[in-house]
């Protein structure tokens, strides 16, 4: 529950040496908001103001719209609510950059996000820096803790956003037929194949989701006991070169695979791959793939993405396995601890697509950080579960219905934003999102 | 799983005192099966071939239509493949009446079973009649496990059916202006309106799941433990009254209490009330509802009914409580074992509406038989659960995705079709069937 | 237009020797009425009450409603005006049965009208014979003008539904896997196929529409002058033969022949052939075709049918030719005057299924009663045009928009029921009807 | 017909003082090219790259869009025929510009030219000057005919283009609930209002479409000859005093006039007044009308604009008239010869919104330049019609079906691009378009 989250910045002290937040460190309070605002921007760098409007889809929005909301929030939530010396931008944004908060007010529909070439870019910008100067200024003197937590809250808002900034640009990229590149590719190192092999755990009783002084979402607490039956957990991702095995199966053919609305899904969109996988044109040709760096070659270790959850749990299916639930993938990322191997290249790295695996050892490989893993799961409150008060408390609860969780963070996270306790959700079709799996089994007791 | 269930009727003696399956009593497998056949032809009693042919919308069947799906099952998963002295009926059938299990083949579309005049009802009766002498003839013979497996899987399969004659035969009668009474209405006792009251539970460890001699269908299965945090559970359903309160409060025109897409879907629909409802026309008349009895004045301290999840689920925020998961209901129905005010009417009662409860004691009163009750659970596969090989695998397995869990039993289901762990699912905005909900809340430990 | 039509019964002197009426000859009054309803009521012999209760899509309707409904027109625009002394066989119907008559009031939803169990086919023919007693009793005595001129619309009306229980029944037939028969096939006469040859007509001032004392409807009044350039037309409709090669050539693959929403909706509904035709299974196997007899080979020699408007002007176009217009068409329909080739076999023959044409002689064969020839023209009003002031003024006018007009008649159309100036109308994506094709040019003056 | 139109510039001799195009008058035939090229980039002045690139609704297109689009034009049909010399300025245009020629190839999906970020307006800024310098350079030099004839109908679909681009402008600012200004308003002269007065025509044999030297679409000829009942054409337009009486009167609650399909459309998208007003807030507050200058009290004299034809002929059967034919509006033209008050202001007045009428005189007044009029006709072929070979036939003739001709020129389309036979053409559901009307009546002869 927000209100009630340990905060990041207490209110006497703001700490030299940062504070633990998941499993990384952050700086005081002024500058983990400064820094936040920036990389957002970062992200349009070497877009021009026609690729940060476009809205290639209802589920996607403009990256102009991405940089406006995230300001909208710290606008609307902060310091609309903090005091009268506060000078709002332009009194039509509350509505304009409203994404869903009905105890806001009105919003402007989100499928016509794309036709607001007004504000441009430009002015876009300036209500960010207003934001920005008038947070600081907030942030500059004795502020209470509830409106520190929703300084924090914003923050990671936007850091959510920034992964969709990049999910959504590379769907814009894409149906644009040539193809654009956003940043070129890196060199990726090759490792040798690794066969699939599996971690077991003994089950019983464990105690997931957020506790303790960090930040974590309302939807991730509170921190709960359940029960697991033992089971086993894939050490590494599913990889194109597995999945490629199950195509050429005729996996996308045969519905005995499938859930019967996903088989459904198939057909009536005609999935032969997974999105952004371009078939052979002939013979003695290769599969390739679109990427934030333009169409590459299928490379085979990588992990597979853009996956729907139909297509994860077909696959798990037709090779005898399943997917994990969250509670087992999180006992799972408990265990894991901080061993190297746990943690892919996230936004930083500037790859911006996952790459093949280390070498592993004992532990699960890149349960964070190169692609978010669907789970069994399906996105419902946990026991105890309870949302603010007001607007803000529209965030997450009122989404808990036909949506599946993932787990763990892609190569578009930023590194900062992640936890074992994290719970993603999306609906069972999605495939725009950088989604893959892990597999998981029984073992008998 | 059906192929690993523990038969009602043994190989090698078929027992003359009957079989518990659920909580009641089963005679030797011929008259099972004869019974239960029998029952569904008598619900056709009364209704002209006409009226058993009417399709209201594509999640409704024809009561025609079930008749002769329920013998499709029988033959498919039996005759076909019991030897080489079974004569089809007529091969066309395999097709025109399957329902959605690909692993037999081709499917007449399932909007379009509406058309099917032929074969005419009295055909259909004839299939029956063909199908029943060909199943009492394997009966009277040694017959395998597995074949005795599967007769009891298709009396369990036709009293669903049942079940579904009455829901699909309601919602046709009300898409017909004239509103046709299908059995007069009978005369229901008045009991005076209890407040509602909580049954506390402590949690811990519990098992759940069906297990044992008796019949349960795949997806119950396996039993296996869970942790329940404590909560209490509403000692009756909620009544119309109860739901009345929230309709006047503005429940209808107020996002703040509904999943974002439940208030969607209220919208598009224009939902002001539960399906069926009938507003005053005028000041100082009540509201009315349409049942199987046709239209009648709404009684108030009946449970309220034909409620999809969004309701069920805005109802229980707006009154400050929420639905109890699966876990949560069928521990308590475990703990509510035999006594009396447990169990409503049922089918059998001939009501074929839910009655008001009648005066209760300790335990929470008409868990099964009076309405389903929507919980807090997805429809997902318990840990372990595997399907059948074969086409009849794909009975359950395949559904379980964007599906919410029902509990208890309903004034249509047959009183022999229930147990604690019985798992009904729908998607959340279902609202033709016999829906309601059981209040929950937490208990701080 | 309805109210100042030539009246078939002229007030005074109900004539013996009957009336002409297009080509055909009429009865008096009340035999006229009598053979119209009864004929209707034969068309449904053979079949069941659940045949007569199927709605295959929301264009077409049951065979029952049809029948209710023509009685209600009698009821509701004569008897219910008509005077104190009529009684109302059930106050419901008025609703029930209402098509789309705003001016009448509400009316059943008409994709719904499939689900009307209640009132059975025996209740619908006491309605029937309610209605028949009611207006013979009118007829007996003195009658005004403007009841007969409405008798005699609606006279008219039912056999415009006579067709149509024909064409929705063939459908509906088709949508059943069975493929029943409707009625057993006739032998037909082989004729040596005809090359396609011209009739060519100068052009010039001519006059077109209803004029004189017989009935027409108001969309063929008033009559009017036009002025055509020279053109030639087929002297025999386009025949399965011709249509096969523009299919064997193509047609259905390449979009240059097509209008270009013709080619979207052959790609979205993945046109391959006219409706019923049955592609061969295998090479050396020939087409076959659905019909009123069931599936028959494909005779290569009888008019092509159940085209849809995008269709028949893409053959034309592929052959260099053109459709013709309405003007041209009944300024050579008039030419033929009343020579024995010009007519086919109408619903009479008991075909039900157009048939080969005669050897033709110096006109056009076939302009009737065998299937409706799509025209060039938009279905708009004539100059002068006016509908009846009313509710029945919305029988044809309202829909004057997003149709083209359809010369001739068909295998389905009442012998009676036809003349030179009739337009029938559909929109150009239509293909449940009987309509098929005869081909225009240009004669360079 | 294209291929056989008179040229505008005759192959050897360019003149001097220009050819007379319509009513306007053009110069030789490069200041003809450089001036209609230039003007399209004038009216994206002021405008930035981000307004250039919305796309509001699929039938509207962005500015850049059809900035690169009319480019296309030239490359595909003049330059890529041309020569070997010509250097393709980005082979991907090909198919991104492409609109809807089948016979030139692949398309990008008309619904999705609002993601096309790439190329940028500047981009498209150098591919219209690469453009630009091409033809100058074909120009220059002899030139056959037919290539002439290309580049005229080019500079012809670029005027068409021009008006497009004010139109889906308009839409797409109102899509922005800010509702920008595109150029500021222009003062209007205030006119006493004028009574609807008629003037009358004889009828009889007259002759339309277009015929001589000039330049003409291939869907207004060939000129041929009609005959005319007699009858009556609105001396001046529908204003928006007229209409509003028709809303004040209930005209968008009554369904009696109006067609069928166009009261559906009413209801489903809840029309209550023409497209781009707004209601008054509350009593004694205006009607207000978005318009090119942003929202501006609504002008009663002004002619009613951005009607669809189900408006038009609904407000036209309310008040006893009809719309007028397309042939009796040409003729009515044809007469009316250049009086003063015939013509209003075009594209070139800057008003971009009709203005009230002059006072008039004899004849009907603002027949162009100010609203685009809904004629009663169909939009089909003219007869001896005939498309040109190859793709660029299918400019015109693929379209005609379920469209009505609207004839005139409106406030957005360029004063040269207008003449009595130009046919204009849209769904009669089309409401972003300068469209109103002007009404007729049949006088009895």
Same mark, same amino acid.
């Given at each position: 529950?927000?209100?009630?989250?340990?905060? &990041?910045?207490?209110?006497?002290?703001?700490?030299?040496?940062?504070?633990?937040?998941?499993?990384?460190?952050? @700086?005081?309070?002024?500058?983990?908001?400064?820094?936040?605002?920036?990389?957002?921007?970062?992200?349009?760098?070497?877009?021009?103001?026609?690729?940060?409007?476009?809205?290639?889809?209802? /589920?996607?929005?403009?990256?102009?719209?991405?940089?406006?909301?995230?300001?909208?929030?710290?606008?609307?939530?902060?310091?609309?609510?903090?005091?009268?010396?506060?000078?709002?931008?332009?009194?039509?944004?509350?509505?304009?950059?409203?994404?869903?908060?009905?105890?806001?007010?009105?919003?402007?529909?989100?499928? %016509?996000?794309? !036709?607001?070439?007004?504000?441009? %870019?430009?002015?876009?910008?300036?209500?960010?820096?207003?934001?920005?100067?008038?947070? !600081?200024?907030?942030?500059?003197?004795?502020?209470?803790? =509830?409106?520190?937590?929703?300084?924090?809250?914003?923050?990671?808002?936007?850091?959510?956003?920034?992964?969709?900034? %990049?999910?959504?640009?590379?769907?814009? &990229?894409?149906?644009?037929?040539?193809?654009?590149?956003?940043?070129?590719?890196?060199?990726?190192?090759?490792?040798?194949?690794? /066969?699939?092999?599996?971690?077991?755990?003994? +089950?019983?009783?464990?105690?997931?989701?957020?506790?303790?002084?960090?930040?974590?979402? /309302?939807?991730?607490?509170?921190?709960?006991?359940?029960? %697991?039956?033992?089971?086993?957990? @894939?050490? *590494?991702?599913?990889?194109?070169?597995?999945?490629?095995?199950?195509?050429?199966? +005729?996996?996308?053919?045969?519905?005995?695979?499938?859930?019967?609305?996903?088989?459904?899904?198939? *057909?009536? =969109?005609?999935?032969?791959?997974?999105?952004?996988?371009?078939?052979?044109?002939?013979? +003695? $040709?290769?599969? *390739?793939?679109?990427?934030?760096?333009? /169409?590459?070659?299928?490379? &085979?270790?990588?992990?597979?993405?853009?996956?729907?959850?139909? =297509?994860?749990?077909?696959?798990?299916?037709?090779?005898?396995?399943?997917?994990?639930?969250?509670?087992?993938?999180?006992?799972?990322?408990?265990?894991? +601890?901080?061993?190297?191997? !746990?943690?892919?290249?996230?936004?930083?790295?500037?790859?911006?697509?996952?790459?093949?695996?280390?070498?592993?050892?004992? $532990?699960?490989? $890149?349960?964070?950080?190169?692609?978010? $893993?669907?789970?069994?799961?399906?996105?419902?409150?946990?026991?105890?579960?309870?949302?603010?008060?007001?607007?803000?408390?529209?965030?997450? @609860?009122?989404?808990?219905?036909?949506?599946?969780?993932?787990?763990?963070?892609?190569?578009?996270?930023?590194? =900062?934003?992640?936890?074992?306790?994290?719970?993603?959700?999306?609906?069972?079709?999605?495939?725009?999102?950088?989604?893959?799996?892990?597999?998981?089994?029984?073992?008998?007791?």
């Amino acid at each position: 529950m927000v209100g009630d989250a340990k905060l &990041l910045f207490p209110l006497d002290e703001q700490p030299a040496h940062g504070l633990v937040r998941g499993a990384a460190i952050r @700086g005081p309070a002024i500058q983990s908001f400064l820094a936040v605002r920036k990389r957002s921007e970062e992200l349009a760098e070497g877009l021009s103001a026609e690729d940060c409007m476009v809205q290639s889809m209802p /589920d996607a929005s403009p990256i102009k719209w991405h940089l406006a909301h995230t300001s909208w929030f710290f606008e609307t939530f902060v310091l609309a609510q903090a005091g009268a010396d506060f000078r709002t931008f332009d009194p039509a944004y509350r509505m304009l950059f409203n994404s869903y908060y009905n105890g806001v007010g009105e919003m402007h529909p989100r499928s %016509l996000r794309g !036709v607001l070439s007004r504000p441009g %870019l430009d002015e876009v910008r300036r209500y960010r820096a207003h934001i920005d100067q008038a947070i !600081v200024a907030l942030l500059e003197r004795p502020c209470p803790p =509830e409106w520190l937590a929703l300084i924090e809250l914003g923050i990671n808002h936007e850091e959510q956003h920034q992964e969709l900034i %990049l999910t959504d640009l590379k769907h814009h &990229l894409w149906c644009n037929p040539l193809h654009p590149v956003y940043r070129a590719a890196r060199p990726v190192a090759a490792h040798p194949a690794m /066969d699939m092999q599996f971690c077991e755990y003994e +089950g019983g009783k464990t105690r997931i989701g957020h506790a303790g002084d960090s930040f974590g979402f /309302d939807n991730e607490q509170p921190a709960h006991t359940v029960w %697991l039956q033992p089971f086993a957990l @894939g050490k *590494r991702l599913v990889n194109n070169r597995d999945y490629l095995a199950f195509i050429e199966d +005729g996996g996308y053919r045969q519905p005995e695979y499938w859930l019967s609305e996903g088989w459904e899904r198939r *057909r009536s =969109e005609n999935w032969q791959a997974p999105l952004y996988w371009q078939a052979p044109e002939s013979a +003695g $040709q290769g599969w *390739r793939i679109f990427t934030l760096s333009g /169409d590459q070659p299928l490379r &085979l270790d990588e992990p597979v993405c853009h996956l729907s959850y139909y =297509e994860a749990d077909a696959y798990a299916r037709w090779c005898g396995a399943r997917l994990p639930t969250e509670a087992e993938w999180e006992h799972a990322a408990q265990q894991a +601890g901080t061993a190297r191997e !746990v943690f892919g290249g996230f936004m930083e790295s500037g790859d911006f697509h996952p790459v093949p695996p280390p070498v592993t050892g004992a $532990q699960p490989s $890149q349960m964070f950080g190169e692609v978010w $893993q669907w789970t069994a799961s399906a996105y419902l409150p946990y026991p105890g579960f309870r949302t603010a008060a007001g607007a803000v408390g529209e965030y997450n @609860g009122k989404f808990m219905i036909n949506q599946m969780v993932l787990r763990g963070a892609s190569c578009a996270t930023p590194r =900062e934003h992640f936890r074992a306790s994290y719970r993603n959700f999306f609906p069972p079709a999605t495939r725009w999102q950088f989604a893959g799996l892990r597999l998981a089994r029984d073992v008998l007791g």
